[in-house]
């Protein structure tokens, strides 16, 4: 199986990070984590997009706080799909990340989630390798059905106050 890169601009990121992590971890699906900044080291970043396809990597993880162009950076030098995190940070709390992830323009794709959405970035991740892999569609509709039941054992709950 392709394995997923989760990089990230920061340690600082690393707490949102890891979330998307353990979905990954999960579901039994290989992943690396990377420190690598668009704007601090821009060079290694580039290189780590360009090789991440020959390196065995199926889909890019890229999140970001502040001015976020991480996801973007990486979707520049690869054609592998690249999912944004916009972390939350800063004087406006994870927006302007928000919107420098998600507005890519026209030709460089980023699938952006939610600020600090990692969870939802592991998840997409596996459903993007899954599309060649039954075991893993398995193990993801294992995951909805958990989840399903959850919540009606909540609702179950509820109806017995
Ligand atoms: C961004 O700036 C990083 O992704 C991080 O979210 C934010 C702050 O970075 P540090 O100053 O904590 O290293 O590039």
Redesign the pocket.
């Known amino acids: 199986m392709r394995k997923v890169a989760i990089v990230?601009?920061?340690?600082?990121?690393l707490p949102v990070c890891e979330k998307a992590a353990e979905q990954l971890a999960k579901l039994n699906v290989p992943y690396t984590m990377h420190v690598l900044?668009?704007?601090?080291t821009p060079l290694q970043a580039a290189e780590f997009a360009q090789n991440a396809r020959k390196e065995g990597y199926g889909v890019i993880i890229a999140?970001?706080?502040?001015?976020?162009h991480?996801a973007g950076a990486m979707a520049a030098g690869t054609v592998l799909p690249v999912i944004g995190i916009p972390?939350a940070?800063?004087a406006l709390n994870g927006l302007d990340?928000l919107l420098s992830t998600v507005q890519m323009p026209t030709g460089i794709p980023v699938a952006t989630v939610a600020i600090n959405g990692a969870a939802n970035a592991g998840i997409l991740a596996a459903e993007i390798l899954a599309v060649h892999d039954d075991e893993l569609t398995a193990r993801l509709a294992a995951l909805r059905e958990r989840q399903a039941q959850a919540v009606l054992e909540k609702n179950a709950k509820l109806q017995q106050k």
């Open positions: 990230m601009g920061s340690d600082s990121d900044s668009a704007h601090r999140a970001a706080g502040l001015a976020a991480l972390v940070g800063g990340a």
